[in-house]
């Protein structure tokens, strides 16, 4: 089964992207700098003061990055591959969504998400999509945001080659990735040779200019003694104007 499709991973992600400091990390020495991933990945890497109409959340998963966005660009669209995730994100464009947060052993508490009252809903819209093999008619964008993504495909090299064409001369492109490359995702001989960082400065070269790096702590929590912390690479591209 695919584990993007299963209920406790939604949950988990719903969590992730929605859940109060307090319902994720309720330790107070724990990590709070890790916190609110899913909206750093767009105010800690985005320049908005380059005009911005149009943004595609690539790997949207439950659609708070997609939301955040919306607080700036005019449309948005969210994709990822997991319909459960998708399914989601659209009913938290019309209406809160309850979850369970995983305690302990099979003990659950109920929380509900819900996108904050400044991020205009009806800017946004989420579909399914493969990341490594996008609808033809899909467009360009002056904002392009990928968090996360490229170490969970089996392919990283098939998107890499569509980002010139899905950013707008001009535009941005966000990227974040934990490094973290496993057979059980992403085939060994499609691993970057050497570091992801010098990887993608290679691989982006021929038509980006790399204007922003820094590193972004996130964790996720899988239950109330258990969390994973991770230090994802951040990334912010300006696309080359012919």
């Not at 406790?8 to 916190?35: I, K, M, N, T």
């Not at 997609?66 to 998708?86: C, I, P, Q, T, W």
């Not at 996108?115 to 999509?129: K, L, T």
């Not at 968090?147 to 990283?156: E, G, S």
């Amino acid at each position: 089964m695919n584990i993007y499709e299963t209920r406790r991973l939604l949950d988990e992600y719903l969590l992730f992207h929605y859940g109060a400091a307090q319902e994720v990390l309720p330790w107070a020495d724990g990590p709070q700098s890790a916190l609110g991933f899913a909206v750093r990945t767009v105010t800690e890497l985005a320049d908005f003061s380059r005009p911005v109409e149009t943004a595609l959340d690539l790997g949207c998963a439950v659609g708070r990055s997609s939301f955040e966005l919306a607080k700036h660009a005019a449309s948005v669209l969210g994709m990822d591959y997991s319909h459960s995730f998708v399914e989601a994100s659209a009913q938290l464009i019309r209406q809160d969504l309850p979850y369970q947060r995983l305690d302990e052993a099979a003990a659950t508490t109920p929380l509900v998400a819900q996108v904050p009252a400044d991020c205009p809903r009806d800017r946004v819209r989420f579909e399914q999509g493969d990341a490594m093999h996008l609808r033809a008619d899909l467009g360009s964008f002056d904002l392009v945001h990928a968090a996360n993504l490229l170490c969970r495909l089996t392919d990283p090299a098939l998107l890499i080659a569509r980002l010139p064409e899905l950013v707008k001369p001009g535009g941005q492109l966000l990227l974040t990735t934990p490094c973290t490359w496993l057979e059980e995702f992403t085939p060994r001989g499609q691993w970057p040779k050497g570091s992801t960082r010098d990887w993608l400065k290679r691989e982006l070269a021929a038509h980006f200019d790399l204007a922003e790096e820094k590193d972004l702590p996130f964790l996720i929590r899988e239950h109330a003694r258990k969390y994973q912390w991770s230090v994802a690479l951040g990334t912010r591209w300006i696309r080359k104007v012919a």
